[in-house]
């Protein structure tokens, strides 16, 4: 696995806005996955996206993927102040690689959602 | 949903004292790992394990540590002879494939380890 890149470092929007946040990454995957992290909480699953999609929704949330730029955007619409978290990306190699399943995290992005 | 548990929530351990971190992974899921997060960094990898052995550890994963599946349900990390710095929130994450076989991984929410 790689480690993912974040960016912006920090977001605040204000509740009902949309907020994108993106992610880069160096080498060829096979899937990128999108955490999200509460404060003092464990990292939750939100969203895998494989190396041959380019779009995927969830709910609220859409992920694009661009393996040629090799980057990732993870966007929600109407957000609301529960979206208040960190997001992490989690790039995860090709097979054959050598990759036992780790994920690597960065600093993620950290979003406020004010009220 | 079926999810990670981990007990306790918080610990708080004398320096040099060995300590035990538990962790219930989903029932039918093959592979777990331990990571942990030092407060205002980056959720760091420990190991991974599979088949009953580990698969994968990271320099932080020294002699000090130790991962040990006791029975079908029960995933646990040891920590022989704890130091200041092992003061971290750790988490226990499993999964039913590897990763990079498109399959997420489930993070329980994790211990926070205090050593005074």
């Known amino acids: 696995s790689q480690q993912g890149e974040e960016d912006p470092q920090a977001l605040s929007i204000q509740e009902g806005e949309n907020a994108t946040m993106n992610c880069s990454y160096k080498t060829s995957i096979n899937n990128l996955q999108w955490y999200r992290q509460n404060s003092g909480r464990g990292l939750v699953h939100l969203i895998l996206?494989?190396?041959?999609?380019r779009e995927k929704h969830s709910g609220r949330l859409r992920v694009t993927l661009d393996t040629s730029k090799k980057s990732s955007s993870l966007l929600i619409t109407a957000s609301r102040a529960a979206d208040t978290a960190s997001y992490f990306c989690a790039p995860s190699g090709a097979p054959g690689s050598s990759n036992t399943g780790k994920l690597i995290f960065g600093q993620g992005t950290t979003l406020q959602v004010k009220p | 949903e079926p999810e990670v548990t981990q007990t306790p929530s918080h610990q708080v351990t004398q320096m040099g004292q060995e300590v035990i971190l538990r962790c219930v992974p989903i029932s039918n899921h093959l592979y777990f790992y331990w990571y942990r997060q030092i407060l205002g960094q980056k959720v760091e990898f420990l190991v991974s394990f599979y088949n009953n052995e580990i698969s994968e550890k990271s320099e932080i994963f020294d002699d000090q540590f130790s991962v040990e599946r006791p029975d079908g349900s029960n995933f646990t990390l040891k920590i022989r002879s704890t130091k200041l710095e092992d003061s971290a929130m750790y988490f226990c994450?499993?999964?039913?494939?590897?990763?990079?076989?498109?399959?997420?991984?489930?993070f329980g929410d994790g211990t926070r380890l205090s050593i005074l």
């Open positions: 996206i494989r190396s041959n999609e």
């Open positions: 994450a499993s999964s039913l494939e590897r990763t990079d076989s498109n399959q997420p991984q489930h």
